[in-house]
């Protein structure tokens, strides 16, 4: 039995392989938006709530999502390990979506609408719950488990591709806007 629920992840390998070089990449983009962002500011400080609250939690996904494939690469000897290990990931995460809600009603920078709402606390807070369900049933009954870590891994994927370009459009319409208006 344990060599069955082992062998499941074997087939999962193609899978993760793609999307930890996808959270990679754009990890790394993230960086690209970052430095946009200070060279459109001026400076980083008069920033930092609104980065703290909406592009911080846009690389904890993608590298939430690079950790979840390097976890499920490893070569686990029994099913319970791993899902040890994804259930403590999955609460990190839900404590991390906590303090970017308590991040975004503090920041001063911008008025979160509905949509950042969904997307950078809602959506995320479901994934991680998610995440934390399918640690707990990942020992017992690994297909069910494997296919509900890949929808998390697929869901923060693009939660994360959502929030990068909302940050990059709020830098180029907004930022530059009001910079363009004060060098009149």
Not at 26 to 47: D, E, K, P, Y
Request: glycine letters at 8%; one cysteine or more; hydrophobic letters at 55%.
């Amino acid at each position: 039995m344990r060599e069955a629920g082992i062998s499941f992840l074997t087939t999962w390998q193609n899978f993760y392989v793609i999307i930890g070089t996808a959270a990679a990449t754009l990890t790394g983009l993230m960086f690209v938006v970052m430095t946009l962002i200070a060279g459109v500011r001026g400076q980083v400080t008069s920033a930092s709530g609104g980065i703290a609250a909406f592009g911080s939690p846009t690389v904890v996904h993608f590298c939430l999502v690079l950790l979840v494939a390097a976890m499920l690469s490893a070569p686990w000897q029994a099913l319970w390990n791993a899902g040890l290990l994804f259930g403590l990931t999955g609460l990190g995460g839900l404590i991390y979506v906590i303090i970017v809600l308590r991040r975004t009603r503090r920041q001063m920078d911008y008025q979160p609408v509905l949509e950042d709402w969904l997307w950078y606390t809602i959506f995320p807070l479901i994934s991680y719950t998610a995440l934390l369900v399918a640690a707990l049933l990942l020992p017992g009954q690994p297909a069910a488990a494997l296919f509900i870590i890949a929808a998390v891994t697929v869901s923060l994927l693009f939660t994360g591709i959502h929030n990068a370009w909302d940050n990059v459009l709020y830098i180029a319409i907004e930022l530059s806007g009001s910079q363009n208006k004060s060098q009149d």
